[in-house]
């Protein structure tokens, strides 16, 4: 299982998503995003992950039309397994940069 950690920035987004949103992207994480993490590089077709183009190295994880969430890849804490910095949850209005 990929090891996890949220900015602050993260958290405060969540707490606006109503309880289906913040179930929506549970769902999506658990069941789609993390077993692609497992399983290779590649993130399934209907994932919809990229990278955001004015924040380098940080990507985004497009979950429902208007719902997304922005992360970057951490510093490995156990050997072979992926780190998952989470940034920012929510619409696309989202901020993005620093």
């Known amino acids: 299982m990929?090891?996890?950690?949220?900015l602050s920035r993260f958290t405060a987004d969540l707490q606006h998503l109503t309880p289906a949103q913040r179930?929506?992207?549970?769902?999506?994480?658990?069941?789609?995003?993390?077993?692609?993490?497992?399983?290779?590089?590649?993130?399934?077709p209907g994932l919809r992950v990229k990278g955001v183009r004015?924040?380098?190295?940080?990507?985004?994880?497009?979950?429902?039309?208007?719902?997304r969430a922005t992360w970057?890849?951490?510093r490995e804490l156990?050997?072979?397994?992926?780190?998952?910095v989470w940034c920012g949850i929510g619409t696309h209005e989202i901020?993005?940069?620093p």
Not at 23 to 44: A, H, I
Not at 78 to 84: A, F, K, N, S, T
């Open 2 to 6: 990929p090891t996890f950690e949220t």
């Open 23 to 44: 179930w929506r992207f549970r769902r999506v994480v658990l069941e789609s995003f993390v077993p692609d993490l497992r399983t290779g590089w590649l993130f399934r």
């Open 54 to 67: 004015i924040a380098p190295g940080v990507y985004e994880l497009i979950r429902a039309p208007d719902g």
């Open 72 to 74: 970057s890849y951490g």
């Open 78 to 84: 156990r050997g072979g397994e992926r780190h998952i």
């Open 95 to 97: 901020r993005i940069g």
